[in-house]
């Protein structure tokens, strides 16, 4: 297993991305400011299937990563 900084997470690529790494059982840390250049909702419904595995990680800024193995850092991207 290796882990992976996948940026723009919520997005088109990075959310496949992001599911194809933890398919292969690979840690994923994403980052993604849910910005609202479009629908902030389609974000955070792109987040929820990658929030429910174990080894994901969500931060909205890199300096905000301090990583403890197998927790996720955010599990609930609507508390932003
Ligand atoms: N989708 C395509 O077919 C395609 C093709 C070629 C190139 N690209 C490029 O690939 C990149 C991703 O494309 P996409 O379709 O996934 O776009 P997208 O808009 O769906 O995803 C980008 C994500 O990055 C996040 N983001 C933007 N600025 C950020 C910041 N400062 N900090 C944290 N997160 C930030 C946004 O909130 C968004 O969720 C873009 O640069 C795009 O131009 C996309």
Redesign the pocket.
Known sequence: MKRYLV????????ANVAAALLRAGHEVVG?????D??DPLL?HYRLRPLLAESIFHLS?RIWLMRLPRKRCLQTDPFMW
Do not use: E, P, R, S
């Not at 940026?7 to 990075?14: D, L």
């Not at 980052?31 to 910005?35: E, L, R, T």
């Open positions: 940026t723009g997470v919520a997005g088109f690529i990075g980052v993604d400011n849910i910005n250049y479009y974000k909205k």
